[in-house]
């Protein structure tokens, strides 16, 4: 299904290179997706729609530097950890199985992590999974901290596999706008039809909370 498209402002952000930054106003900006009939809802989004998210970090040493073992050792368990979780969909990737080697404007010390999801809680619940979280507290070992935004989520249609510029450009509008049905975070979320929601960690705990006797 393709996504309608509207004309936007220049697109902006802190914190990627000159480079980059062209790179997310050339990438298609996408409007979310609707229907002829309408936005979908409850269950019908869930299935017309899939949730992206990238977040991009630039390395403090480059990736054969001993500084960075640790990272470079977790890549593949952590991988393959995001692969079997449920609700996944797909990740962007080279031939080696991650992602480490794709450029996002030539510097190769900035790494772009995008993957796809079938929802909020999906995603939320691999982030602080037993696998992934002892990475993510590590995560200043490794990255400098970026001047502006760094990540960013939105709804595409379900079998829409974004590319990095489509990926920079909404990192560019939300560093511009703030978190928006077009671009989000998990502490703000919306859903397909661009209503807000409930930030995603309570979202998740009321889901796993058991039902009361």
């Not at 050339?26 to 002829?36: A, D, F, L, N, Q």
């Amino acid at each position: 299904m393709a996504a309608a498209t509207t004309a936007r402002p220049p697109l902006r952000g802190r914190g990627l290179s000159p480079a980059a930054s062209a790179c997310a106003r050339r990438g298609r900006y996408r409007c979310r997706p609707r229907s002829p009939a309408g936005p979908a809802t409850g269950r019908l989004a869930r299935v017309a729609h899939q949730l992206a998210q990238v977040n991009v970090a630039r390395l403090r040493h480059p990736l054969s530097a001993p500084e960075t073992t640790a990272f470079v050792a977790g890549l593949a368990p952590v991988n393959a950890l995001a692969d079997a979780a449920p609700g996944f969909v797909w990740r962007l990737q080279d031939d080696s199985g991650d992602a480490t080697s794709i450029r996002v404007d030539g510097d190769p010390l900035l790494i772009v992590n995008l993957s796809v999801w079938e929802s909020i809680e999906a995603l939320w619940a691999f982030v602080h999974s037993d696998g992934h979280l002892p990475y993510l507290r590590r995560r200043r070992e490794w990255f400098t901290r970026m001047a502006g935004r760094s990540l960013a989520c939105w709804w595409v249609p379900a079998g829409h596999r974004p590319a990095t510029g489509e990926a920079l450009a909404r990192i560019a509008r939300i560093e511009a706008e703030g978190p928006g049905p077009d671009a989000f975070d998990l502490q703000r979320p919306y859903d397909p039809a661009g209503d807000i929601l409930p930030p995603a960690a309570a979202a998740f705990r009321s889901r796993s909370s058991p039902s009361p006797r």
